[in-house]
């Protein structure tokens, strides 16, 4: 199966990010957007795990986050990266001191399990579409982004492909601890 680890959104963030995604459809000439339902902020892509491999490290991934404390997801700014001449816009996250911390945990486990990650520096984002042209990149880039998610947990993802389109499911969740001492 094909996994990663993220931060699954509220339905409230979600409508919140569509209204972003809206803004973006205005300013672009085609692409493809994300599902609302695939809103998400990805921690570390795994790929292909055998379900062994799954078990495990859902089982270590449980134990390096067994005593983290919920936080704050805060809006950062908009950006993009560019493949092959087309845009990927996203809505960026702000990378806090507590969402590095969760990041190089789960980090720390899938290179403990010799897994690979991805060797490149962090970069929270939400992607809203793929395969964009663009028609107004310094509207995108200069719209403020403000929104405020408490995150309760870390979720690990599926990604496949449901009736021709992709699809992200979680499959389990790691509830983090309520209130910081």
Not at 92 to 106: E, I, Q, W
Request: hydrophobic content about 40%; charged content about 25%; proline content about 3%.
């Amino acid at each position: 199966m094909r996994v990663f680890v993220g931060i699954q959104f509220s339905s409230a963030l979600k409508d919140d990010l569509e209204a972003y995604q809206a803004k973006l459809a205005d300013w672009s000439e085609k692409g493809r957007l994300t599902r609302k339902e695939n809103f998400h902020l990805t921690l570390c892509f795994i790929g292909e795990i055998s379900e062994t491999d799954y078990v495990q490290l859902f089982k270590q991934l449980s134990e390096k986050l067994a005593k983290t404390d919920r936080f704050s997801l805060l809006g950062g700014e908009c950006g993009y990266f560019i493949k092959k001449n087309r845009y990927i816009p996203w809505v960026g996250v702000l990378l806090t001191a507590d969402l590095l911390a969760v990041f190089k945990k789960v980090e720390a486990v899938i290179k403990e399990m010799g897994l690979a990650v991805e060797d490149r520096p962090y970069t929270p984002h939400v992607t809203m579409a793929r395969q964009v042209v663009l028609l107004d990149e310094e509207k995108w880039c200069h719209q403020p982004v403000a929104f405020n998610e408490c995150v309760s947990q870390v979720t690990l993802f599926q990604s496949h492909q449901v009736d021709g389109q992709l699809a992200y499911t979680p499959l389990n969740h790691i509830l983090l601890n309520k209130q910081k001492s």
